[in-house]
């Protein structure tokens, strides 16, 4: 079937500018993750949905950073004021159940490559 | 905060020898702990997942072990292959509902002809 799929898949914008990047989970899965991950770096964890709630925004590093997942599918990250150094590869993973149960496996997309002029 | 070390940052092996990768965590509470390999340009990929409910877990080349006592784990491929060349991932869940993953920095493995 298909996979996790991030929408658009390159974002070029200027400084100060809104962007929205768009994640598709696997069909059927409740869980629904977002990373960043910089060059050389393992990825950090930013935001995790279990349903429409978000179950843990600990990872955000500032209010420019939100994100949404109305009705449990498709998840949005937005961004606003961005910044040179919001530059990254962001990347979405779901996974069919909530963390901490057997069926956390995480399925990871692949990533919106944001560029901030 | 809590974190996950992991090293080499860079390993070469022949093809055909063992490869062994090593992290350490910091949260004793951690009780999953998967592995990504990740080629250039590419996504994540899951190669193996261990619990921490069991020592150990193997899946043809590719086996984990854990410990913890010592609060580490490690990655171990045998018989590489060209194939085997990218980056791995070792990760480790933390937080309060156990609920994030995080990932160590990676380690670059080039498996030599």
């Known amino acids: 079937g298909a996979g996790v799929s991030q929408t658009p898949s390159n974002k070029v914008t200027e400084k100060g500018k809104y962007v929205e990047l768009r994640c598709d989970p696997i069909s059927g899965h409740t869980a629904l993750y977002w990373y960043r991950q910089s060059l050389g770096q393992g990825p950090e964890f930013l935001i995790y949905f279990q349903g429409t709630g978000a179950a843990d925004d600990s990872g955000l590093p500032n209010d420019r950073f939100f994100a949404v997942r109305p009705e449990g599918s498709v998840s949005t990250l937005k961004i606003q004021r961005t910044e040179r150094g919001d530059s990254a590869v962001y990347l979405c993973?779901?996974?069919?159940?909530?963390?901490?149960?057997?069926?956390?496996?995480?399925?990871f997309g692949p990533g919106t490559r944001l560029t901030v002029l | 905060g809590e974190n996950v070390e992991q090293h080499p940052s860079t390993l070469s092996v022949q093809e055909g020898d063992s490869a062994v990768i090593k992290c350490t965590y910091s949260?004793?509470?951690?009780?999953?702990f998967p592995w990504y390999k990740q080629e250039l340009g590419k996504r994540p990929q899951l190669i193996i997942d261990i619990r921490s409910n069991v020592g150990e877990k193997k899946d043809q080349r590719i086996a984990v072990t854990l410990n913890k006592t010592a609060k580490h784990f490690s990655l171990h491929i045998t018989e590489t292959q060209p194939e085997d060349s990218a980056v791995y991932f070792c990760?480790?869940?933390?937080?309060?509902?156990?609920?994030?993953?995080?990932f160590g920095k990676g380690t670059r493995l080039h498996i030599l002809p």
């Open positions: 993973a779901s996974s069919l159940g909530p963390r901490g149960s057997s069926t956390d496996t995480q399925y």
């Open positions: 949260d004793s509470a951690s009780n999953y």
């Open positions: 990760a480790a869940s933390i937080g309060p509902g156990d609920d994030k993953i995080i």
